[in-house]
């Protein structure tokens, strides 16, 4: 999914030709360093309800990362409890979750594929909610099982497993950062009148 005349990806040029200009001419915006960017997105699996004994069974291990890898081309890292709590029953350094942290062609890649063949794929697919944005406007989501992604083969996998993914956005704010996700594509749920 990039532009035929270079390697850019479809949505990074659609932001940086039409995109920009809109949300600049939608917000007086005057100055290109006020503009909003979009500089990474985390996708992360959390694992801690998986664990026996604050272990990590190898084949839940290996189904989790297999999986974020496919979907992001890359490996993922494995994140530890920070602390002890005693009622989730978690202990400081157990495994708790997988995350991916995606910037440049492959964030831009990753976000086209989840709007145009994730999103579609999702059972009873109404839209997303318009109200994750938090107040630097960065825009959380989650998926319940990976079976949306085309290319995971649900033969191969041994159970389900959810992922959060998070857009994170530069000198916003949730009514910009939505501007930008509409004009991008992102199908958000529409208001009942």
């Known amino acids: 999914m990039t532009d035929q005349n270079t390697n850019t990806p479809r949505l990074k040029s659609k932001m940086q030709n039409e995109v920009l200009s809109n949300v600049a001419e939608q917000f007086g915006l005057k100055n290109p360093h006020q503009l909003p960017m979009i500089t990474k997105m985390v996708v992360n699996s959390g694992v801690g309800r998986f664990l026996e004994n604050q272990k990590l069974k190898p084949e839940i291990r290996d189904t989790v990362t297999d999986t974020l890898q496919i979907i992001t081309g890359q ?88 992922m959060n993914i998070n857009i994170c956005f530069e000198r916003s704010n949730p009514a910009v950062s939505k501007f930008v996700l509409t004009e991008l594509g992102m199908p958000f749920m529409r208001k009942e009148d």
């Open 75 to 162: 490996r993922p890292v494995m994140v530890m409890a920070k602390r002890s709590v005693a009622n989730f029953k978690v202990r400081e350094g157990a495994p708790s979750a997988f995350m991916v942290t995606l910037r440049g062609n492959r964030m831009w890649h990753f976000l086209d594929r989840l709007m145009n063949l994730a999103m579609p794929r999702i059972k009873d697919f109404r839209g997303v909610k318009d109200t994750a944005f938090d107040a630097a406007g960065n825009y959380s989501m989650g998926l319940t099982e990976q079976a949306v992604w085309p290319e995971i083969n649900m033969a191969n996998v041994s159970f389900n497993h959810g």
